[in-house]
Structure formats: C-alpha cells, structure tokens
C-alpha cells in the first residue's frame, strides 16, 4: 500500500546529520564543507526522484526508466558544479542512478525505500564517492607521491578496511580492500562488483607531499632500551623466523649503541650504494619478538637504501619522507608478525 509522502520523515533512520557524518571523518576543514554542499544538493535530487516515485505509485504505472534517466541527468549536472565530469565520474552517475531505481524498483513497498532518510543516506554516500576521486586527482595534479588510508577506528569499520588503517603506498598504486581493489575509499572502477567494500564507507586519505630526502636510513631507529642481546640470539632468529630475509651484512651486537638498531650505508658518485653494518643495540623489551621486530626493521631500511637509485617503490618511498618510511615499515612488520602468529603486543 503506498504511503502519504508526509510519512516520509516518520521512519528509523540510517544516516546522520551531514555536519557530524563528514566531521568525524578524518577530513580538513574545507573537505567537510564541500562533502556537506554536496550533500544538501544531493538530497534534494534524491528526494524529488523518490516524491516522483511515490507520486507514480499512487497514480501507476511507474516509469522507472524515466526515473532513472531524470537522476543520472540531475546527478551529472550537480558533479559539474564540483568538478569536471570525466569517463570515471559519467560511468559513475550512470550506474548510481541505475542502482538506485533498480532498488527502488526490487523493494517497492518497503516504507525505507521511499524515505526521506535514503534519500540523506544515499547524498552522503555520493558526496564521498565524487570528491574522494577529485581530491585524488588533484593530489596527482599537486605532485604528492604517497597516499595513507585511515579509518575512523571504531566499532563500525570493516575489518578489511581496519587492516588498511595508516597504510601507506604510492600514489598510483591500488590498495587491496578484501579481494577488492582501490586507490583511494569508494573507488568504484575496480570495486564495483564488491558493494560490501563501498558503501557507507568512512574512510579517507591523507596524500602525502613531496619532502626534503629522508635521511631515516642513516638515524637512530628510537632510543635504546634496558635490555642486553647476545649475537647468538641475533644469529638464531636469522636461521629461523627471519630465515626467509637475506641480510647484506651480518648484523652484530654493540652494547654503546644509542639507539636499539643503526644501519649504515655508503653511497657511489655513480648510485651505487653498499651496506656497511647493521648494529643492533639494547632492547626496550626483554622479549625475542623484540627483537625479532628491530632485526626487520633493520633489515627494510637497508632494502631502501639498497634499492632507491633503481626501484621506482623504493625511490618513491625514499623520498617521501620520515613519515611514510616508518609507516611502511611498520606497517610490512605488524603483517609479517600477523601471518606467522606471533604477539606483535610484545615488541
């Protein structure tokens, strides 16, 4: 039975007000204010598409293909008065529009589909599919070379996109969300057939700018710790759970180390760079997770340095900066600890 469209606001809603949805989103403060314009206009569209419907239900037949042409027209019109509509944002208001109708189409009846609250949820969800492809392509355009994912971490977030929190990659490169693939959140083009990846995401990106060189390969990790190693221990956990990682040189203990790993590295007129040593120091935890951890990183920041005249990952990262080095390598240790078991809480 059709409702009365007064009965439209009466219902449980799924969104929420556009100023405390964007805000709690890792965003600057003009990102939130374009995402709640967006949004404002987005709504109105999405609410005279579903009076429509429901004018049409109450009257028949409904033309959902009138419908569904009249959003997509709406719907590239309001994506030009944010930025210029390209193949990626056209195929986007296409299949948006087709998605919505269909659903409307599939749940008539259903009180939800013909709310006011899809409506906001629905201009929410657009606000941050369009401009998180704007802002991407205008970091491009800017020169940044790395992108970070950060979640809102809380109870909500998607346990693919938890795993991506502080992520750090290069800013061409594809995150993997799931068994999906994005380069920024919401990215449709490769995620399209993974919805359960896409919507109500609240994820965002930080692009990282272009910085001074880093010279993280040469400065202390962290301060020392308390707690004495032994070369055999070093020597142990490289034949057994490191056994996979070639070291260039053989690390060794030095107990006047101010710091719990150093490695050092001599660069050629021509690029070529050689490792020197790798000294390891005192531990701040007496436990071997520790140090299987400060071994690792040692380990990475040599590949840096080893590879950043030839690689183009490892030049990348190199120079982006102290940031992204540390978020990288911390990020490729928190996974190698996950997929051998081991307690990543004891480094």
Known sequence: MPRNID?????????????????????????????????????????????????????????????????ENWLLSLIAEFTTPDDYLIDYATDTAYNFIDASERHEGDPWYTSADRSLYNAENSANDVLNYDEYQRAIEAGKTHKKWITENDKKVRDSHR?????????????????????????????????????????????????????????????????????????????????????????????????????????????????TSIQIGKQVKNTRECLIDTLLHEYLEAQIMLNKNSDPFYADLYKSGDAAIHSYIDDFIESFFKAKGLDYGLV
């Open 163 to 275: 795993e991506l929190h502080n992520k750090v990659i290069p800013i061409k490169e594809y995150f993997r969300v799931g068994i999906a693939r994005m380069r920024f959140p919401k990215d449709y083009e490769y995620a399209s057939m993974f919805p359960e990846e896409l919507v109500n995401c609240r994820c965002s990106i930080k692009y990282l700018p272009e910085t001074v060189k880093s010279d993280t390969i040469n400065k202390e990790k962290m301060k020392s710790g308390e707690y004495p190693v032994t070369n055999e221990q070093i020597e142990d956990i490289l034949n057994n759970e490191l056994a996979e990682f070639q070291m260039p040189v053989i690390p060794v203990y030095n107990p006047r180390l101010k710091s719990q790993g150093l490695t050092r590295g001599k660069e050629q007129p021509w690029g070529t760079v050689t490792i």
């Open 7 to 71: 009965e439209l606001s009466n219902l449980k809603t799924k969104s929420e007000p556009p100023e405390q949805y964007f805000k709690k989103m890792d965003l600057d403060e003009e990102q939130v204010e374009r995402r709640i314009e967006y949004t404002e206009k987005a709504n109105e569209l999405f609410d005279v598409i579903l009076i429509l419907l429901l004018t049409m239900q109450e009257n028949g037949p409904v033309d959902y293909g009138y419908a569904r042409g009249l959003l």
